[in-house]
């Protein structure tokens, strides 16, 4: 057993190894001569195909991206009324937002709920002042009218309390 462990490798005992076959394979990988049936031939050059540093491949900005990705998806309406209804207060101004609230935008309508008739009738006077800001900072929102509504009076026909029939108004007459 010595003597075959102190006699020199010849080159097919390395071959033959797994150590050689591994140290032949990185020469082939890493800039050794290239072996038998692992050559490959060069492709022919397409030019339909992308290059690495062709033209149109330069980098693109996440925001380019996005904004490319909204528009081909025709999100672009939705979002601008989302982030019309976000400004409100940059919209109507700070005291008055407090009193108002938007509710939604429906079939180019943008509905305003207001604290009282008071701030209905007044946001009513402020009506184009209000639709010239949304026609010039969100174009793309697609608001064509305000409908400012004040609070809900109170139903006689909804409730916990309440009866079939004219209800209160039965006994009046």
């Known amino acids: ?6 006699r020199p490798m010849e080159p ?8 050689g076959r591994v140290y032949l394979h990185l020469k082939e990988v890493f800039g050794g001569l290239p072996r038998g ?36 998806l025709g999100w672009r309406a939705p979002l601008t009324q989302a982030d019309l209804l976000n400004s409100w207060v940059a919209i109507a101004g700070a005291e008055t937002a407090k009193h108002s609230r938007p509710l939604g935008i429906d079939e180019g309508v943008l509905t305003v709920q207001c604290e009282s008739t008071a701030w209905a009738t007044q946001l009513r006077l402020m009506r184009v002042e209000i639709m010239t800001r949304i026609a010039t900072e969100f174009r793309e929102a697609g608001v064509v009218s305000i409908r400012f509504q004040g609070p809900n009076a109170p139903s006689w026909k909804k409730g916990p309390r309440s009866i079939p029939g004219r209800g209160p108004r039965d006994t009046y007459g």
């Open 37 to 72: 049936p692992r050559l490959k031939r060069k492709k022919k050059h397409d030019p339909t195909e992308s290059q690495a540093f062709g033209v149109g491949r330069d980098p693109k900005g996440l925001g380019d991206s996005l904004t490319l990705l909204t528009n081909q």
């Open 12 to 19: 097919d005992d390395s071959i033959e190894s797994e150590a």
């Open 1 to 6: 057993m010595a003597e075959q462990n102190s």
